[in-house]
């Protein structure tokens, strides 16, 4: 199983960027498809995640503001994120699984860093 997160980069505040995991092999193939994050001196967080189902859950930080979703049809599942601020600065990691999307399944893909200016 191999996931590959593309999309990441340098933005200034209140701009946006579209974070992309491709996944090899068929998307069906795992219940929950997400994208965590980890910043500098502080531990690994939900960022969102969504099932087969559509069903969704976002972190309270990003709600109204980024967007998750799946194409099936080209085994990836994406992250919209819009005004983004200074703290969302992280390395972003794409994360699958068969479980629910309150819980971090074992496939982890290699993160992506995000920057934000202020």
């Known amino acids: 199983v191999q996931l590959q997160a593309f999309g990441g980069g340098l933005v200034q505040a209140g701009g946006s960027l579209t974070l992309s995991c491709a996944v090899s092999?068929?998307?069906?193939?795992?219940?929950?498809m997400g994208w965590y994050r980890q910043a500098p001196g502080k531990q690994r967080e939900l960022v969102a995640a969504?099932?087969?189902?559509?069903?969704?859950n976002y972190a309270d930080f990003v709600k109204g503001r980024f967007t998750i979703s799946r194409a099936n049809a080209r085994n990836t599942v994406n992250l919209q994120m819009n005004s983004l601020k200074p703290e969302d600065t992280a390395i972003y990691y794409c994360?699958?699984?068969?479980?629910?999307?309150?819980?971090?399944?074992?496939?982890w893909g290699h993160g992506t860093q995000v920057t934000v200016s202020s």
């Open positions: 092999g068929s998307i069906f193939s795992f219940n929950v």
């Open positions: 994360n699958a699984g068969p479980g629910s999307t309150r819980i971090a399944g074992p496939y």
């Open positions: 969504i099932a087969t189902n559509g069903m969704t």
